[in-house]
């Protein structure tokens, strides 16, 4: 199993804070109202993202997984195959940022001896979820990264087309996303 170093996260969340300020619409970023991130745990399947540098070597079987932590953080561990047919995996942690119920999230990959610094911390904002949190959009307040989830590797079509015209209000160039291998929209 290909392992991504620490390393390499921590300068994808360094890139993430400093890049494209200035950037993006004028309108703040709508979250939605709350989140019970207890719902929120288990497996997260991407169907779609805006492409990004530290994705790149992912080409199929995208997934996230969420695991509550005694500390009241998440573990998140992501996962990829790469085009060698490797498994390429993560681990990282999550928070709340905010209320109990928050939808604004932060995410590292650094070491934790780094969690310290604000810096390693990427936004991870829930925009859009469906009552049965079966299908879920994630941004940062940007609007730089885009990601559609799904509970299942397949995804209805019209739920789909639903999901991109809710996140077209929002102010995000829908043309820009890229649908993951494994997930098709049926």
Not at 44 to 61: G, H, L, R, T
Request: proline letters at 5%; glycine letters at 4%; a positive charge.
């Amino acid at each position: 199993m290909n392992k991504i170093y620490p390393v390499f996260f921590s300068a994808c969340i360094l890139l993430f804070h400093f890049s494209a300020y200035g950037q993006g619409s004028e309108t703040p970023l709508r979250t939605i109202p709350s989140l019970d991130v207890q719902r929120y745990l288990g497996t997260w399947y991407e169907i779609a993202k805006y492409p990004n540098w530290f994705q790149k070597k992912c080409v199929s079987n995208t997934k996230a997984v969420y695991t509550a932590r005694a500390d009241g953080t998440l573990k998140v561990l992501n996962s990829c195959k790469t085009a060698e047919g490797d498994v390429s995996d993560a681990e990282g942690t999550a928070r709340q940022i905010g209320a109990k119920d928050s939808p604004k999230l932060e995410v590292r990959f650094a070491p934790a001896w780094l969690a310290f610094i604000p810096l390693v911390w990427g936004d991870y904002w829930v925009i859009d979820l469906d009552a049965q949190y079966q299908v879920a959009v994630v941004s940062d307040p940007r609007r730089e990264y885009l990601w559609i989830l799904s509970r299942t590797p397949e995804l209805d079509k019209k739920v789909y087309e639903d999901t991109l015209a809710r996140i077209q209000t929002q102010q995000f160039d829908v043309r820009k996303l890229e649908l993951t291998t494994q997930a098709t929209t049926k």
